[in-house]
């Protein structure tokens, strides 16, 4: 008599994910990770045989949440360990894909300059780091809003002068508006360019496997990048 074997149990991975719509980078707002980052990890999972479990949390929550109750987190950067207290231990990946952070500004005011600005609206949760160190010497307040949509719309209904925020995701909200071309970006304003990576104190083994993904899979994660859109210069 013969036994066919049971199916091999699936290692689980618990990944702490940001609780908002940063789409098309992620978007766990309707239940479900949607965007790049979810076809990301579905893939590594399904290269991998894991069973993912994403957990989604409030941003500023999020970065503090690297012990016990999730193995990874993403989005992560080394530079923002510097907005935390201490040294937490954490490990990063290989960077991932990097986001563009910019100024939106109406038409007629792309030229505009620092000294120019009153205001900028920026998402809560995100540290405006180009922009912290400049506020004293020019004088601007920062306007803090929920979302990327709302910090767009208050800039193109004239609340304030620019909105601080990531260029794919402003693009993707305002074009389901039809108002994608309303708001174009301020060259001379600050911008940055940080890359996403994920982080771990504890799941060593895994990151590793992550790192090997990235490698092995690289023309697969630029193709997913590609549908996503996210593949325009960024400075």
């Known amino acids: ?33 949607r965007g790049f980052a979810g076809d990301l990890f ?6 991998n045989q894991l069973e993912l479990e994403f957990v989604p949390l409030p941003v500023k929550r999020l970065s503090k ?24 231990g954490r490990h990063y ?3 991932v894909i990097s986001n563009w952070g910019v100024a939106l500004v109406l038409p007629e005011n792309k030229d505009i300059s620092l000294d120019q600005l ?10 405006p780091t180009k922009w912290m160190p400049l506020q004293s010497q020019y004088g ?8 990327t ?3 767009a719309m208050m800039a193109l209904k004239g609340r304030v002068d620019a909105a601080e925020v990531e260029y794919h995701v402003a693009m993707h909200h305002l074009g389901d508006l039809g108002l994608e ?24 083994d895994m990151l590793e496997r992550f790192d090997l993904f990235l490698l092995e899979e690289s023309l697969s994660i630029q193709a997913l990048a590609e549908a996503y859109h996210l593949t325009s210069t960024t400075k």
């Open 1 to 33: 008599m013969s036994y066919a074997e049971p199916p091999a149990t699936k290692q689980k991975l618990t990944i702490g994910v940001q609780a908002i719509n940063h789409y098309p980078h992620y978007d766990f707002t309707s239940g479900t990770l």
């Open 42 to 47: 579905r893939l590594f999972a399904k290269t």
């Open 65 to 88: 949440e690297v012990h016990g109750s999730v193995d990874f987190v993403y989005p992560d950067n080394p530079k923002w360990q510097a907005l935390r207290e201490g040294d937490d």
């Open 93 to 95: 990946s290989q960077p």
């Open 118 to 127: 009153s205001s900028v609206s920026i998402v809560r949760g995100f540290t």
């Open 140 to 147: 601007y307040q920062f306007v803090e809003v929920q979302n």
């Open 149 to 151: 949509r709302t910090a």
């Open 181 to 204: 071309e309303t708001l174009v970006v301020a060259e001379s304003l600050p911008q940055s360019s940080v890359w996403y990576h994920v982080s771990t104190i504890e799941a060593l």
